[in-house]
T-cell receptor
Framework: QKEVEQDPGPLSVPEGAIVSLNCTYSNSAFQYFMWYRQYSRKGPELLMYTYSSGNKEDGRFTAQVDKSSKYISLFIRDSQPSDSATYLCAMYRNQGGKLIFGQGTELSVKP | GAVVSQHPSRVICKSGTSVKIECRSLDFQATTMFWYRQFPKQSLMLMATSNEGSKATYEQGVEKDKFLINHASLTLSTLTVTSAHPEDSSFYIC?????????????FGPGTRLTVL
């Protein structure tokens, strides 16, 4: 079993839809959680960083962490074609630790 | 967020030659830098971790004599692919963590596409 599981998709939605991206993890020692967006042939771009359970909002993006269920989510409101990319969840245990990635979910937002 | 640059963005070389890729943190001091490779439609695979002024720590299965990493300063790390072969063709991405508020966040460079003929 992988430490971090993420549905690879692809996920296709119409413009304006609410997108929900999810990851589950097996190790309760993970403390720091991140979401990255990666466009084709580009490096990952950090979207959201969270430490504690709960929600964190930044514009159209909301990151949610539920440590009791070992489940994290990224919600995208009013999705745009420019949101079409691969979204990677990532997490690590302690400061300075190795970042563990999910497989990435390929999202396509259709105009 | 913080900015990490990579150079070159793309390189094509002949089999047997060595290629150096530079990774720079432009607006913060990177105490730790990481090197990844990524194959099409796959997630990132960590190759090695380097801390400024010390030897890199390589992941299992990564040949340290083939992939030479130098983290000479708090803003620069280099990856040298020695005696490159076609199977080394891949997308190489560096990332960096810094001091202070940026310590727990990891920022990635734009990547370098290596093609070995």
């Amino acid at each position: 079993q992988k430490e971090v599981e993420q549905d690879p998709g692809p996920l296709s939605v119409p413009e304006g839809a609410i997108v929900s991206l999810n990851c589950t993890y097996s190790n309760s020692a993970f403390q720091y959680f991140m979401w990255y967006r990666q466009y084709s042939r580009k490096g990952p771009e950090l979207l959201m960083y969270t430490y504690s359970s709960g929600n964190k909002e930044d514009g159209r993006f909301t990151a949610q962490v539920d440590k009791s269920s070992k489940y994290i989510s990224l919600f995208i409101r009013d999705s745009q074609p420019s949101d079409s990319a691969t979204y990677l969840c990532a997490m690590y245990r302690n400061q300075g630790g190795k970042l563990i990635f999910g497989q990435g979910t390929e999202l396509s937002v259709k105009p | 967020g913080a900015v990490v640059s990579q150079h070159p963005s793309r390189v094509i070389c002949k089999s047997g030659t060595s290629v150096k890729i530079e990774c720079r943190s432009l607006d913060f001091q990177a105490t730790t830098m990481f090197w990844y490779r990524q194959f099409p439609k796959q997630s990132l695979m960590l190759m090695a971790t380097s801390n400024e002024g010390s030897k890199a720590t390589y992941e299992q299965g990564v040949e340290k004599d083939k992939f030479l990493i130098n983290h000479a300063s708090l803003t620069l790390s280099t990856l040298t692919v020695t005696s490159a072969h076609p199977e080394d063709s891949s997308f190489y991405i560096c990332s960096a963590r810094g001091r202070g508020p940026a310590y727990n966040e990891q920022f990635f460079g734009p990547g370098t596409r290596l093609t070995v003929l």
